[in-house]
C-alpha cells in the first residue's frame, strides 16, 4: 500500500517519435471517458493534475508525468482514449495512428494499464485493444474503473462477467473508483513497483 504517488507533468507530445529516452514507461490506455485522466489525479492525489472531461475526447496528446524523483526517467504517461464516434473520422485516423506508432515503437515501455469501465464491462474494441496488445507482446494489467457506479448487489455478479469476457481470472483485474478511492493505495504500489521507483 502506497500513499499519493509523486507526480509531475512534464509536457504533452503530439509525436512519439519526438519522446526521449526513459527508463521505465506505463501508459493509461483504454475508451474516451473510462477515467484514465481520474485515475492519474486520484494517483497524485491532485484533482487537476490531469485533464479530465464529462465529455470524451479530453486528452488528445501524449501527456507525460514523472514519477518519483525529479529526472527519475519513470514515466507515467496519459493517452488519447480511443472510440470516441464523435470527433471528425481524420481526427480520430490521427489518434489512432498516434496511438499505434506510441504502442508499437515505444522503447522502455514496460506495461499498458488498460482501463476498461467496470460499469459497462469491456466493448469490443476494448477486446480487440488486448488482441493488438497481445500480439506486440506488451504487458497488460487491467484495471476496471468506477467501481463506485457498480450496486454492491451486483458486483460479484458483474466482476464474474467482466474476467469472463476478459478471459483472465479475477485476481487479474484490479477494481478501482477515482472518486472513492477504493483500489487506490493498491494500484499506487503496484505502479511503483513496475516502474522500479524506490
Ligand atoms: N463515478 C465515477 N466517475 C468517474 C470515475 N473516474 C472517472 N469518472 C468520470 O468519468 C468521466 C471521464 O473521466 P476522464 O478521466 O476524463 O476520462 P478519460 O479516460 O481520461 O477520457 P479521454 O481523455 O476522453 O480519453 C468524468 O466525468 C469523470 O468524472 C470514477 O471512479 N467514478
Ligand atoms: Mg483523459
Known amino acids: 500500500m502506497a500513499g499519493p504517488l509523486p507526480l509531475r507533468f512534464l509536457r504533452s507530445y503530439a509525436d512519439p517519435d519526438l519522446l526521449p529516452h526513459v527508463n521505465a514507461e506505463l501508459a493509461l490506455m483504454g475508451r474516451s471517458n473510462v477515467g484514465k485522466s481520474s485515475l492519474i489525479n486520484a494517483l497524485a492525489q491532485h484533482k487537476g493534475l490531469a485533464k479530465t472531461s464529462k465529455t470524451p475526447g479530453a486528452t488528445r496528446l501524449l501527456n507525460a508525468f514523472e514519477v518519483g524523483n525529479e529526472d527519475s526517467g519513470r514515466w507515467l504517461m496519459d493517452l488519447p482514449g480511443y472510440g470516441y464516434a464523435k470527433v471528425s473520422k481524420a481526427e480520430q485516423a490521427k489518434w489512432a495512428e498516434m496511438l499505434n506508432a506510441y504502442v508499437e515503437e515505444r522503447e522502455n515501455l514496460v506495461a499498458v494499464l488498460l482501463l476498461i469501465d467496470g460499469e459497462v464491462g469491456p466493448t469490443p474494441l476494448d477486446l480487440q485493444t488486448v488482441e493488438w496488445l497481445e500480439h506486440l507482446h506488451r504487458p497488460i494489467v487491467y484495471v ?10 451486483k458486483s460479484q455478479k458483474r466482476r464474474a462477467e467482466l474476467t469472463g469476457r476478459l478471459g483472465v481470472e479475477r485476481k487479474d483485474v484490479r477494481w478501482v473508483s477515482a472518486d472513492k478511492g477504493q483500489g487506490i493505495p493498491e494500484l499506487r504500489a503496484l505502479v511503483l513497483d513496475i516502474l522500479g521507483v524506490k
Request: aromatic share 0%; net charge positive; glycine share 0%.
Open 144 to 153: 476496471a474503473t468506477k467501481a463506485d457506479k457498480v450496486r454492491p448487489s
